[in-house]
C-alpha cells in the first residue's frame, strides 16, 4: 500500500509540474514578440547538424585535455607493466612511453593522429597540470628524505655523496666547454650552459634508487642504509646547487644572482625555525589519529602551496618549495604516511605521466640525424657514467667499503630517472638547453637508469662466492624446511598452523620460514621496519603460541608472484605454503597492465562467460598468481584455502586416483606424526581397493596408528561430515576433479589444503 502511494505521489509531482513548466515556455514565447532575434539558419539535415556539433565538442579543450590525460594514463601503464617484467622500474616505461607519443615516434610515423591528440595550442593545458604533478612529487620526495638517517649517519654518505656531485659536476662543465659553439643557444652565456651541463651531470635519483633498494631485498644491510643515505644527501645538494643555478641564470650573472640566493636563504631560514617547528606542534597533537581532520588537512596543503609560490616568486623555481616543504612535514612516520596516501595516487597515477609524455613531446630524436651528433649522444653517456658511477665507486672505497660494495654504490647512484628529467625540463624552459642537447640529455637519463639493473645482476655474478657447502647448508639438507607465503595476517596464521602441523614432533629437524613481499608502490625506504612489524605481528604471535621458532622474510617487489616462485626456486626448502581467501575469485591480465587486481569486475570472466569459453577450472579458485606460482615453482607448493582454521584433529583426504596417493602419502604420515591427527581416508572412486599396492601401504599406515587413520570404501559423503572435519588434504587433480564436476562439496567443505606435484 505504501509503495503505492508513493508512485501516486511521484507521477503527481513530475506530471503536474511538467504541465506547468510547458505552459510557462509558451507564455515566455509569447514575449518575444517585437524582439529582433536572430535565430541560427542551416542548410544541413539535422543529422549534420548533429556531427558539427559533436565534432566542436571534441575539440573542446576541456574533452581534448580528459581524452589526452585517459591515453597517457593508459599507455604509461602498459609500458610500465612491460618494464616491470623485465625487471626494470616502472619508471622507465612510463619514460619511454612519453618518448614513444612524442615526435619522435607516433609524431613521425602517425602525424594526422598525434596532431588531432596533442595539437599545439593544447600543451599549454598539458604542461600546467604536469607541474601541478611535479610539485605533488617533490613534495613527497621531501617527505620521503628520513632526516634521522641523514644526522646519524651521514658522515661516510656525506663524503661519497659530495664527491659524486663536484666531480661528475667539473666533467659536465668541462663537457660544455667543447659543445657550448655548437650547442648552446644563441642568446644563453657560457656561465649558464656550463652550470646546467654540470647538474645535469650531478644528479642521482632518490625515488628510484629507493624502490631500487627495496625491490632487491638490501634496504636492512649496510650498503642498503649507507647507499639510501648517499641519496638523500645527493638530492638535497643537488637540488639546493640547482636553485642557486637557476638564480644565477635567471639573473644573467653571479652578481646579479646574490640578491636571489639571499632571499633563498631567508626563506629556507623561515621554513626550518619557524614554519617547522610550528608543523611539528600539529604533528604531536595528531600523532595517534588514523586520521587527519580538513582544517588539518588544509593547513599543510597551504603551506605547501605557500612554499612553492615563495621559491617561484624568488626566482628558484616553484618545485625547489614543494621539496621543502616536504622535507620540513613532522617525523612521525604514521603522520607522513597519512599525507603520502593522500597525495600519491594523484600525484603518480594521474599527473605524472602527464610530465612524462610533455617532455616525450619535446625530445625530438629524429633531430639527431647525423652520426656525428650520435658521438655527441655517446660522449655526454660516457661523461655522465664515468663522472658518477666511476666517482662514487672510488668515494666508497676511500671510507674503508669493499670493492663489490663499492661498485654497488656507484652503479646506484648512476641512477637518474625523473629527477633528472625535471632538471632538464627546467633547463629547457630557461632556454638554457636546445632541441638537439635536450634530446640528448634525454636519452641518457634512460640509458643511465635502465643499466643499473644489469650493472648490479653483473657485479653480484663477478663477486659471486664459489666457496664449497659449508656445514650449514650440508645441515640445511638434513632439515624438512617449509616456505610460506602469505599476504593477510590472518592468512599467514592459518598457514603457520598447517606448517607446524607437519612438523611440531622434530621441531630441531625442521625449519619454517614465514615471509611477506608488499608492492614496491606502497612502500618508501624510511617505514619498511614499521610496516614489517604490523605484518608479522600475527604470525609471531601465533608462533609464540605454538612455541615455535621462525625465520621472517620482507621485502618490497614491484611483481610479487614472480618474487615467490624465484625464492621458493633457489633456496632449499621441501614445501612451499600460499594461502589464497579473499583474492580467490581475482586476477586479470588488464589488472596487471593498469596496476590493480580487479575486485568488482573481471573483464576476461565476463567476456569468457558471455562467449560461452569460461573454464571453470581455469577461472576458480586459483586467481592469475596462484596458477603462476604452481606452473614455475619446482618445489610442491600447498594451496590452503582458509575457512577460520582454528585446529587440526580431523583431516579427510578424498582419493580419486592411485596417483593422489602417491603425492599426498608423504604429508598424511607428517600429520599422523606430529599431530596425531584423526585420518579419515576416501577411496572416492573404488579404485584404491583395487590396487593391491596402495591397499597394503594404507593398511600398513593404519597398523602403525589403529586409532588414527580409518579408510573408508566408496560410499556417500554427507553435509554433516564435511563440516565436522578441520582441514581437507586433496590433491590438485583431486581439486580440479571437484571443480569440473561442480561438486556440492565445494560450499561445505572446511579449510582445504591442495597439494601440488614436485616437479624435481
Known amino acids: 500500500m505504501k509503495n503505492f502511494r508513493n508512485s501516486i505521489f511521484y507521477i503527481g509531482v513530475i506530471g503536474g509540474f511538467s504541465v506547468l513548466m510547458y505552459w510557462i515556455i509558451l507564455m515566455g514565447v509569447k514575449l518575444e514578440t517585437g524582439r529582433n532575434l536572430k535565430i541560427p539558419t542551416s542548410d544541413k539535415s539535422q543529422w549534420g547538424e548533429f556531427l558539427d556539433s559533436l565534432i566542436k565538442n571534441l575539440h573542446h579543450p576541456l574533452a581534448l585535455l580528459l581524452a589526452q590525460i585517459v591515453t597517457i594514463i593508459f599507455v604509461a601503464r602498459i609500458f610500465g607493466w612491460i618494464c616491470i617484467k623485465i625487471k626494470q622500474p616502472a619508471v622507465i616505461g612510463e619514460m ?49 628524505i628520513d632526516m634521522k638517517i641523514l644526522r646519524n649517519k651521514a658522515h661516510d654518505a656525506v663524503v661519497i655523496s659530495h664527491a659524486s656531485i663536484i666531480i661528475p659536476f667539473v666533467l659536465g662543465m668541462g663537457l660544455a666547454y667543447f659543445i657550448y659553439d655548437e650547442f648552446a643557444p644563441a642568446d644563453v652565456q657560457f656561465t649558464s650552459f656550463g652550470l646546467f651541463a654540470g647538474i645535469a651531470m650531478s644528479i642521482t635519483a632518490f625515488p628510484v634508487l629507493a624502490r631500487i633498494v627495496q625491490e632487491r631485498g638490501i634496504h636492512k644491510t649496510k650498503l642498503g642504509t649507507i647507499v ?43 621554513m626550518i625555525k ?7 606542534r600539529i604533528g604531536d597533537l595528531y600523532a ?91 660522449l655526454i653517456f660516457v661523461v655522465a657514467v664515468v663522472g658518477k658511477f666511476v666517482s662514487s665507486t672510488l668515494a666508497a672505497k676511500f671510507v674503508g667499503q669493499n670493492w663489490k660494495d663499492s661498485l654497488s654504490i656507484g652503479a646506484l647512484m648512476n641512477t637518474r630517472g625523473l629527477t633528472e628529467l625535471v632538471a632538464l625540463n627546467i633547463g629547457y624552459d630557461l632556454g638554457v638547453l636546445s632541441p638537439e642537447l635536450f634530446s640528448m640529455m634525454v ?35 638434513n632439515k624438512y624446511r617449509i616456505l610460506l607465503s602469505f599476504d593477510r595476517p590472518e592468512s599467514g596464521r592459518a598457514l603457520l598452523k598447517v606448517a607446524d602441523g607437519l612438523t611440531s614432533k622434530r621441531a630441531d629437524s625442521s625449519e619454517i620460514t614465514a615471509m611477506h613481499f608488499l608492492p614496491t ?36 617487489s614491484s611483481d610479487i608472484d614472480s618474487e615467490i616462485v624465484n625464492v621458493a626456486n633457489k633456496s632449499k626448502h621441501d614445501l ?24 568488482i569486475i573481471n573483464p576476461e570472466k565476463i567476456i569468457n562467460t558471455v562467449t560461452g569459453k569460461e573454464n571453470i577450472l581455469e577461472s576458480a579458485p586459483f586467481d592469475d598468481g596462484t596458477r603462476q606460482i604452481i606452473a614455475k615453482s619446482q618445489i610442491p607448493v600447498g594451496i590452503l584455502i582458509d575457512k577460520d582454521l582454528s585446529q587440526i584433529n580431523t583431516i579427510f583426504i578424498p582419493l580419486f586416483s592411485l596417483k593422489d596417493w602417491d603425492l599426498i602419502q608423504n604429508y598424511v604420515q607428517k600429520f599422523i606424526q606430529n599431530l596425531e591427527a584423526r585420518i579419515i581416508i576416501l577411496d572416492v572412486e573404488g579404485k584404491i581397493m583395487e590396487d593391491l599396492d596402495t591397499k597394503e601401504k594404507i593398511r600398513l599406515m593404519e597398523q602403525a596408528a589403529p586409532n588414527q587413520l580409518t579408510l573408508r570404501k566408496e560410499q556417500p559423503v554427507e553435509k554433516d561430515f564435511l563440516e565436522q572435519n578441520d582441514l581437507m588434504l586433496i590433491s590438485i587433480d583431486g581439486w580440479k576433479y571437484l571443480m569440473d564436476t561442480k561438486s556440492w562439496w565445494l560450499t561445505n567443505i572446511p579449510s582445504t589444503l591442495i597439494i601440488s606435484e614436485d616437479k624435481k
Open 228 to 270: 639510501i643515505t648517499c641519496a638523500a644527501a645527493d638530492d638535497i645538494t643537488a637540488w639546493c646547487i640547482l636553485a642557486v643555478v637557476i638564480a644565477i641564470v635567471k639573473a644573467g650573472s653571479f652578481g646579479s644572482a646574490i640578491y636571489t640566493v639571499l632571499l633563498a636563504l631567508g626563506y629556507v631560514f623561515l
Open 274 to 280: 619557524v614554519v617547522r617547528p610550528f608543523l611539528k
Open 576 to 599: 612451499l605454503l600460499v594461502g589464497i581467501g579473499e583474492s580467490i575469485y581475482q586476477g586479470s591480465l588488464l589488472g596487471r597492465v593498469l596496476g590493480f587486481t580487479t575486485r
Open 96 to 144: 619511454i612511453a612519453g618518448i614513444v607519443m612524442g615526435p619522435s615516434l607516433i609524431g613521425m610515423y602517425l602525424p594526422e593522429f598525434s596532431a588531432v591528440l596533442f595539437p599545439a595550442e593544447s600543451l599549454g593545458n598539458l604542461q600546467f597540470l604536469s607541474q601541478i604533478g611535479l610539485i605533488l612529487f617533490m613534495y613527497i620526495v621531501g617527505m620521503e
Open 443 to 477: 636519452i641518457m637519463a634512460l640509458a643511465t637508469t635502465f643499466m643499473t639493473g644489469p650493472t648490479l645482476d653483473l657485479i653480484n655474478w663477478l663477486f659471486k662466492s664459489g666457496k664449497n657447502e659449508t656445514e650449514e647448508d650440508t645441515a640445511l639438507k
Open 288 to 378: 595517534a589519529s588514523e586520521k587527519l581532520s580538513k582544517p588539518i588537512v588544509a593547513i599543510f596543503f597551504l603551506t605547501l602551496v605557500v612554499s612553492s609560490y615563495l621559491t617561484e616568486v624568488i626566482g628558484i623555481h616553484a618545485l625547489f618549495g614543494a621539496f621543502i616543504a616536504g622535507a620540513i612535514m613532522p617525523e612521525n612516520i604514521r603522520f607522513r604516511n597519512l599525507f603520502i596516501e593522500k597525495v600519491e595516487d594523484v600525484a603518480l597515477v594521474l599527473l605524472l605521466p602527464l610530465f612524462f609524455v610533455f617532455t616525450g613531446l619535446r625530445t625530438q630524436i629524429g633531430l639527431l640525424n647525423e652520426p656525428y651528433l650520435w658521438k655527441i649522444a655517446g
Open 521 to 556: 608502490e606502497e612502500l618508501h625506504h624510511y617505514n619498511t621496519d614499521v610496516y614489517e612489524t604490523e605484518k608479522f605481528k600475527d604470525v609471531i604471535d601465533e608462533s609464540t603460541a605454538l612455541n615455535r621458532n621462525i625465520t621472517t622474510m620482507f621485502k618490497a
